[in-house]
């Protein structure tokens, strides 16, 4: 019974916040700050333990990979641009994985983070299920990961379009591709305001990030792990 309540009061918060926010379509009413900031008012308002929250809500933390592997069909519809620009693609994103990854270390390693904070903090620009895995595979702590993530995707998708208004960035693949590097779950749901093609290269980039991010865990991250203080 509590999964049901706890599944339905995150379920209806976020569509409020939502309606909320095609309604003003104010940056910080961003969908996931205004019920993420709720849900926390509402657990400790409560005094519900945040791992019996976590844990009566899990189902809605499932449906993140089925909803990853669903990109697949508008990818698909727009395949001619993806092969066009495949080698763009592939540049950008890997340019911006590693960035990602180089950032958060040269950041954590000059703010003397605990080495389980800094190996929590590296897989935070990509897609939750994947920066999960990776988290575990580097000795990262998965739920700290979680919560970069998050905080990453927010922060993204709230300067994101600010970002790409101020530069004058007209095309809607670098649009797409730059809110998906930048923000991942986030960022596509800020493109999907610009357009379809936006959308698709956003989900395209959080896609590109989780694969190549892999191929980081065997190369950058153990090269990183032995400067660790």
């Not at 976020?14 to 996931?32: C, D, E, H, V």
């Not at 994103?93 to 080495?115: E, Y």
């Amino acid at each position: 019974m509590k999964i049901i309540i706890c599944t339905a009061i995150t379920f209806f918060i976020y569509m409020l916040a939502k309606k909320t926010y095609k309604k003003w379509s104010f940056p910080l009413l961003n969908p996931l700050v205004v019920s993420t900031l709720v849900l926390i008012g509402i657990i400790s308002l409560v005094e519900i333990p945040v791992n019996t929250y976590i844990s009566d809500a899990k189902y809605i933390t499932h449906m993140l990979g089925p909803a990853t592997v669903a990109f697949a069909i508008p990818i698909y519809k727009h395949l001619p641009l993806l092969k066009k620009y495949f080698g763009n693609i592939l540049v950008s994103i890997t340019s911006g994985t590693f960035i990602a990854i180089i950032s958060s270390f040269a950041l954590a390693f000059l703010g003397h983070l605990h080495p389980d904070l800094l190996l929590s903090l590296l897989p935070r620009s990509i897609t939750t299920p994947v920066a999960i895995e990776i988290s575990k595979d580097i000795g990262g702590l998965p739920s700290l990961t979680t919560i970069f993530v998050i905080v990453t995707g927010i922060i993204g998708g709230i300067i994101g379009p600010y970002i790409i208004k101020w530069f004058s960035i007209q095309s809607p693949i670098a649009r797409g591709l730059a809110l998906g590097m930048g923000a991942h779950g986030s960022g596509t749901s800020a493109a999907m305001e610009y357009g379809e093609k936006e959308a698709t290269f956003s989900m395209i980039a959080m896609i590109f990030a989780a694969w190549i991010s892999l191929f980081w865990v065997n190369s950058l991250i153990p090269t990183l792990m032995t400067i660790m203080p």
